[in-house]
């Protein structure tokens, strides 16, 4: 992912680093940077919601992330609860 590989490079942060703030391992991370394997819906919206990175850029299925998103942020707004 061009996305992730850029902000680790921009952060100077290590994969190892960077996959146990979002609770996977530096070889997950690295299968994500090389396209080894694509990130789940689940982990793209984690690293949007922890690193700030949009998560339409992680994951090519736009319409299921735009559908995920739009359900966890509208839990968040206030008097859903």
Do not use: C, H
């Amino acid at each position: 992912m061009p996305a992730l590989q850029d902000y680790l490079d921009k952060e100077k942060m290590s994969q190892a680093a960077f996959g146990k703030k979002i609770g996977v391992g530096q070889t997950m991370v690295q299968q994500w940077v090389s396209n080894k394997r694509p990130i789940s819906v689940d982990k793209a919206l984690d690293i949007e919601a922890i690193f700030g990175i949009n998560a339409d850029l992680l994951n090519n299925d736009i319409s299921v992330l735009e559908n995920r998103l739009l359900i966890r942020r509208q839990a968040k707004l206030p008097g859903n609860n």
